[in-house]
């Protein structure tokens, strides 16, 4: 008399860990983590920038219409008129320390200046930029990840 021993042969367990395998990566391919945190990036860059134009009308607000600059002349402003990076390198504006009545956009209107999430906390470049037009419109802009470029106009 023969018995059988019940089990899956070698053949059995190869097809069922093919076939968990192509699922497992076609559900990868579909996900795609490394474009969704590239998206969530670029929700944070304009997170940032939308925080950093506010800090500024804040304070423009509150000392009728002026924008903050670090000239020190009351009579002038050096806030910038052309993209410039934000930091307290020498080629950036220094906008953490920006505010002519004594009153500076850090600590009164923000913690902090945010940084690019990618870069790390570079206080020479914080990888964003900012500049004033001539209708007095402030624009921030950062290099994203999932689109070329992220915005603010206010």
């Known amino acids: 008399m023969k018995t059988f021993i019940k089990g899956f042969t070698l053949i059995e367990l190869l097809v069922v860990i093919a076939i968990i395998s192509i699922l497992t990566t076609s559900l990868v391919v579909a996900i795609n983590p490394a474009r969704q945190m590239a998206?969530?990036?670029d929700s944070q860059r304009e997170s940032h920038l939308t925080a950093i134009v506010s800090a500024i009308l804040?304070?423009?607000?509150?000392?009728?219409?002026?924008?903050?600059d670090t000239d020190g002349d009351p009579d002038t402003n050096n806030f910038p008129?052309?993209?410039t990076c934000i930091g307290t390198d020498v080629s950036c504006f220094n906008l953490g320390g920006a505010g002519e009545t004594g009153e500076?956009?850090?600590p009164d209107y923000t913690y902090e200046i945010p940084?690019?999430?990618?870069t790390?906390?570079?206080?020479?470049?914080?990888g964003y930029t900012i500049f004033?037009?001539?209708n007095g419109y402030i624009h921030a802009a950062a290099v994203g990840?999932?689109?070329p470029t992220i915005s603010i106009v206010r």
Request: no cysteine; hydrophobic share 25%.
């Open 39 to 41: 998206k969530a990036r």
């Open 58 to 68: 804040q304070y423009s607000s509150e000392h009728t219409g002026e924008i903050p």
């Open 81 to 83: 008129t052309t993209a």
């Open 104 to 106: 500076t956009i850090v």
């Open 115 to 118: 940084f690019d999430p990618k």
């Open 120 to 126: 790390g906390n570079p206080p020479d470049d914080t």
């Open 132 to 134: 004033a037009d001539e």
């Open 145 to 147: 990840e999932a689109v």
